[in-house]
T-cell receptor, first 114, second 113 residues
Framework: NAGVTQTPKFQVLKTGQSMTLQCAQD?????MYWYRQDPGMGLRLIYY???????DKGEVPNGYNVSRLNKREFSLRLESAAPSQTSVYFC?????????????FGDGTRLSIL | AQKITQTQPGMFVQEKEAVTLDCTYD???????LFWYKQPSSGEMIFLIY??????QNATEGRYSLNFQKARKSANLVISASQLGDSAMYFC??????????FGAGTTVTVRA
């Protein structure tokens, strides 16, 4: 039972470098999400995809782009990394039907921008 | 606007005792869901319990129960018979009409032997 798989688990980048974080889920969920977690701030939504073929901005989208490659995969791209993007990134998925569906999270990617 | 408020940054509890984690929320949508997640030091997010806005009874899952007071917009998590493995960060979250989750800042629980 893989659930939600994120790669890589850790990454160090230099300012200005680009990088794509990968996420795949095997639960046949319609909706997928990208969050960042900073100390003392909980999780904040970056982008989400309510269903295959759609993406929308969340609370903190600046500096990021996403691609919903297919129903299983949802990637997050940093085009020009900045130190302010140092964070732990979580991917999540859920079945969109109703408000009672919990989101299932990957194990996170720890990203440091130097 | 802040949708979820967790006012307790950290709490200590003695092993085998119960602990209550506070959560208040803000929404004008009559249909919403409230979730609690656990994040141990290893970092993963673990779903614990769910309460729907129309549910008549408080949700329970094993040692976890939710004290849902709709008029006060409160959804407190109660952990009974605390164990050392309960030491973690706990997040309250709400999902309303747009199906997105809004998270609180979290409460760190430390269980003492």
């Amino acid at each position: 039972n893989a659930g939600v798989t994120q790669t890589p688990k850790f990454q160090v980048l230099k300012t200005g470098q680009s990088m794509t974080l990968q996420c795949a889920q095997d639960m046949n969920h319609n909706s997928m999400y990208w969050y960042r977690q900073d100390p003392g701030m909980g999780l904040r939504l970056i982008y989400y995809s309510a269903s295959e073929g759609t993406t929308d901005k969340g609370e903190v989208p600046n500096g990021y782009n996403v691609s919903r490659l297919n129903k299983r995969e949802f990637s997050l791209r940093l085009e020009s990394a900045a130190p302010s993007q140092t964070s732990v990134y979580f991917c999540a998925s859920s079945d969109k039907t109703g408000t009672n569906q919990p989101q299932h999270f990957g194990d996170g990617t720890r990203l440091s921008i130097l | 606007a802040q949708k979820i408020t967790q006012t307790q940054p950290g709490m200590f509890v003695q092993e085998k005792e119960a602990v209550t984690l506070d959560c208040t929320y803000d929404t004008s949508d009559p249909s919403y869901g409230l979730f609690w997640y656990k994040q141990p030091s290893s970092g993963e997010m673990i779903f614990l319990i769910y309460q729907g806005s129309y549910d008549q009874q408080n949700a329970t899952e094993g040692r976890y129960s939710l004290n849902f007071q709709k008029a006060r917009k409160s959804a407190n998590l109660v952990i009974s018979a605390s164990q050392l493995g309960d030491s973690a960060m706990y997040f309250c979250a709400m999902r309303d009409w747009d199906y997105k989750l809004s998270f609180g800042a979290g409460t760190t629980v430390t269980v003492r032997a």
